[in-house]
Antibody, heavy 113, light 106 residues
Framework: EVQLVESGGGLVQPGRSLKLSCLAS????????MNWIRQAPGKGLEWVAS????????YYADTVKGRFTISRDNAKNTLYLQMTSLRSEDTALYYC??????WGQGVMVTVSS | VQMTQSPSYLAASPGESVSISCKAS??????LAWYQEKPGKANKLLIH???TLQSGTPSRFSGSGSGTDFTLTIRSLESEDFAVYYC?????????FGAGTKLELK
């Protein structure tokens, strides 16, 4: 069974950093591209970043480019999202997804003083 | 690519059929997915490539369209179908989503 479990969320002050993790199981992690997607409270879904299976290709939404870094460790079956210079508008539920077919349940990030 | 999804809300009864529309601001070929969102559950991919049912998706769900106009149809609604539905284009980065359609019990 494919499982994606996000962790690392929480309350953080504006301007600070936070690193999210997504532990994958039930499939060969190193064979799949992965995505981070977020949903602000009361808002729709927003794609954040994508990384290919071998990390050769990485893409970011303009809203996070230069502040967020997506990465992965295929030996640990784990996807990461390093978030820096956080803003209030980054407050959202962050999901990791295997390409498009499986999603985790999400982890909440709240940016507030 | 902007995705315009309609309606935002839809009220229906079990056994009825409903359709949800998703329009792209430019052609996305058939690179469109439909998802179901339910509280406390991971988002579920229902349909990809515009009309291909994901494994495990009940046959009462169907997708159609290509280019800019797409439709998700649910025939003979069941109680478990009342949820929020999103479309997503993945023809070009950034992937973009429709605003969602909340399907409620009438």
């Amino acid at each position: 069974e494919v499982q994606l479990v996000e962790s690392g969320g929480g309350l953080v002050q504006p301007g600070r950093s936070l690193k999210l993790s997504c532990l994958a199981s039930g499939f060969t992690f190193s064979n799949y591209g992965m995505n981070w997607i977020r949903q602000a409270p009361g808002k729709g879904l927003e794609w954040v970043a994508s990384i290919s299976s071998s990390s050769s290709y990485i893409y970011y939404a303009d809203t996070v480019k230069g502040r967020f870094t997506i990465s992965r460790d295929n030996a640990k079956n784990t996807l990461y999202l390093q978030m820096t210079s956080l803003r209030s508008e980054d407050t959202a539920l962050y999901y990791c997804a295997r390409l498009r077919d499986y999603w985790g349940q999400g982890v909440m990030v709240t940016v507030s003083s | 690519v902007q995705m315009t999804q309609s309606p935002s809300y839809l009220a229906a009864s079990p056994g009825e059929s409903v359709s949800i529309s998703c329009k792209a601001s430019k052609s996305i070929s058939n690179n469109l997915a439909w998802y179901q969102e339910k509280p406390g559950k991971a988002n579920k991919l229902l349909i990809h490539s515009g009309s291909t049912l994901q494994s495990g998706t009940p046959s009462r769900f169907s997708g159609s369209g290509s280019g800019t106009d797409f439709t998700l149809t649910i025939r003979s609604l069941e109680s478990e179908d009342f949820a929020v539905y999103y479309c997503q284009q993945y023809n070009e980065y950034p992937d973009t989503f429709g605003a969602g359609t909340k399907l409620e019990l009438k």
